[in-house]
């Protein structure tokens, strides 16, 4: 199984900041990573897919880089409404997996 | 439009088998690529995948969760139902079921959630 590991756990920002998340995979995994962004109650939502493709109407302060086995998620600056948990996934091989999160929280 | 929900028990017992309904619009199950997969998440937890189901009625099943685990679809009623066997309090947790188009194995679509806690 591959091991998606998300850091850091909690990353405390103030809104209009840049913010970049890591996501590392236990081996190589092409381009099959996405992410997900999931606010309180609410189901996931797709940000990325395959590095860096956003998907439909994700804003573009979004963005995704990374190869092989390790990525990142770029907000360029950060909307109040982007504080919540993130979630990086792998869809290289079985089974899917996704990371632990990294929780967004407002400084 | 994609819609996708979860319908079930809210709670069951230890032991028992719990059944799992996604009942969705949108998109036919018998497109050429589509899923449609389960995910849960215990209470403040991590996602954690648990099955997909494609169009041509191929399967995959998380490892650790096969034996216990059972997907079926019904084209015709554009549903597809999950299967648990033997539960535990540690299956405590909101399942999810969502859509993923052709290509690239993502969730572009998920159902608002249903939470299930298993408690005698």
């Known amino acids: 199984e591959i091991v998606m590991t998300q850091s850091p756990a909690t990353l405390s920002v103030s809104p209009g900041e840049r913010v970049t998340l890591s996501c590392r995979a236990s081996?190589?995994?092409?381009?099959?990573l996405a992410w997900y962004q999931q606010k309180p109650g609410q189901a996931p939502r797709l940000l990325i897919y395959?590095?860096?493709t956003r998907a439909p109407g994700i804003p573009a302060r979004f963005s995704g880089s990374g190869s092989g086995t390790d990525f990142t998620l770029t907000v360029s600056s950060l909307q109040s409404e982007d504080f919540a948990i993130y979630y990086c996934?792998?869809?290289?091989?079985?089974?899917?997996?996704f990371g632990q999160g990294t929780r967004l929280e407002i400084k | 439009q994609i819609t996708l929900k979860e319908s079930g028990p809210t709670l069951v017992k230890p032991t028992q088998t719990l059944t799992l309904t996604c009942t969705f619009s949108?998109?036919?199950?018998?497109?050429?690529?589509?899923?449609v997969g389960w995910i849960r998440q215990p209470p403040g937890k991590a996602l954690e995948w648990l099955a997909l189901?494609?169009?041509?009625?191929?399967?995959r099943y998380s490892a650790s969760l096969k034996s216990r685990l059972t997907i079926t679809k019904d084209t015709s009623k554009n549903q597809v139902v999950l299967r648990m066997t033997r539960t535990d309090p540690v299956d405590t947790a909101t399942y999810y079921c969502?859509?993923?188009?052709?290509?690239?194995?993502?969730?572009?679509?998920w159902g608002q959630g249903i939470l299930v806690t298993v408690s005698s």
């Open positions: 969502a859509h993923k188009a052709r290509g690239p194995g993502v969730f572009d679509y």
């Open positions: 949108g998109f036919s199950l018998s497109t050429s690529e589509v899923a």
């Open positions: 189901i494609y169009w041509d009625d191929d399967k």
């Open positions: 081996q190589y995994i092409r381009n099959n």
């Open positions: 395959a590095i860096s």
């Open positions: 996934q792998q869809f290289n091989d079985w089974p899917i997996t």
